[in-house]
């Protein structure tokens, strides 16, 4: 995409940068030749963004006009909203307290200039605020309370407001900024849309490895959209691409739901949103959501401090008890008696407030199926762990144990598989799921749904090879093209 800065008066702009042209306010907002153009990023540095100022309409038109407004009129309200800035500063309260401590004052205001700051002990603070409140100029105020810091206030920082030796960091800054968008715009002349593909593909347990991430990447170039891939420390970019695919573990208080939530708030089309991970990745509301609307599934029972000793009369033993944010089988045990059940029951509550007990359901393997906007593309049988009852096992050194992976054709699987994981996939959204189902008796019962299935080169993919990886940039596509952010690209 194309960067242009927007400010009120181009004459008193200070930066002559490559990499974006200058414009005035009044020109963008009137200009019939701007309300024309696709595939626009539009860093919008107006002195104020006051409801109905200049600084605010840019923003609001850029959306509507399918551009990519940094910051977004939505960004602008959570400045201005105390309650997100005090999520914000309760979330960050261990790097505050940690960047800060030596100050003797009891204020202190923090310049981010495109996500970094002068002096180097505040590099990190600066970095994770830019990640919260992506705006290219911006200053926190922090006030100190009794023997803590907190966050008081942020706001954009308007280019006359800058100080003079702060100007020379400030160019510099927004120099490699720009000139980095640009390297990457010549190096795509030929892609309509940019992708972050956010991973860690050495962690352990990633959901694709880094064979898989070079399909994604190819079959996503076929498609025009340049895919590269991101890590956390990345993120406060996210808002220059225009969708982002996670390819790493998700859990709810982790980086990967905060980076989906700022993602969606600026606009991208987002595998996985963080619906789709707030559901996923908590087994006590996917058990409330299969018994509301009818999904086979295992008899099951959210137990809590005053029903634990109905578990074993409710589903018997023995039994599965599974932490409500547990993955990937950890958080996950099989008690045999009553007594075993009395201990880990409690050592369960002790860290939560609800544990899963769920009825064992033996099986030689879990049906996986994946489904893409609502419907089944790609199925596995995930047979257990030799000698044991999960899919994977973890030895006393710690090293990990899987059963072994058979890709299936769609035709291969039986039908009510194939239904009831389409139908549970759509409760959730028309994202990227994957449905673990048991089968047992020709009885078929969802365990799970996941919100970041594994796909990894030679195990999922085994069937559709690189039509797999096409069929989910392909998703990718279609919602972009639908949302009218044109680059200019011609076939």
Known sequence: MRAIIVVENPSRWPLR???????AAREYLVGEAWAGRRGLRVY?????????????????????RGH???????????????????????????????ALAPLKSSRFELSIYFGHNLAKR????????????PVPLLRASFEKRGKDWHLASVRPIATSDIPDDHREFVIQRAEEHFGRRTRATRAKRTFRYDMAI????????????????RRFIRAARDLAIDARIIG??????????????????????????RISRRAVSEGL???????SILCCTNKVFLAELFFRHGIPHPTTIVAHADNVDTIADSVGLPCVLKRPDSSFSRGVIRVDSLRELTVQAADFLHDSELVIAQAFTPSDFDWRVGVLGGESIFACRYHMARGHWQIVTTSSSGKRQYGRVEAMRLEQVPAEALEIAAKAAKLIGDGFYGVDIKETDGRFVVIEINDNPNVDAGYEDAVLGDRLYLKVMDWFRHRLDARGQDAGYAP
Do not use: W
């Not at 940068?17 to 414009?23: M, P, R, S, Y």
């Not at 505040?122 to 409140?133: P, V, W």
């Open 17 to 23: 940068l490559e990499g974006a042209e200058v414009i």
């Open 44 to 64: 919008n540095l107006c002195r104020t963004f006051r409801y109905q100022t200049l600084g605010y309409y840019v923003s609001l038109l850029a959306a509507a």
């Open 68 to 98: 990519r407004p940094i910051p977004t009129v939505e960004t602008l309200q959570d400045l201005r909203l105390a309650p997100v800035v005090r999520i914000v500063s309760e979330q960050l309260e261990e790097r505050i307290q940690r």
């Open 122 to 133: 505040y590099a990190m603070l600066a970095r994770a605020l830019h990640k919260q409140f």
């Open 198 to 213: 956010l991973a860690a593909p050495d962690a352990v347990d990633s959901p694709s490895d880094p064979k898989a991430l």
């Open 232 to 257: 956390d420390d990345d993120a406060s970019d996210v808002a220059e691409y225009d969708a982002l695919f996670i390819r790493e573990t998700t859990y709810v208080d982790h980086p990967t739901y």
């Open 269 to 275: 089309v987002v595998i996985d949103d963080p619906h």
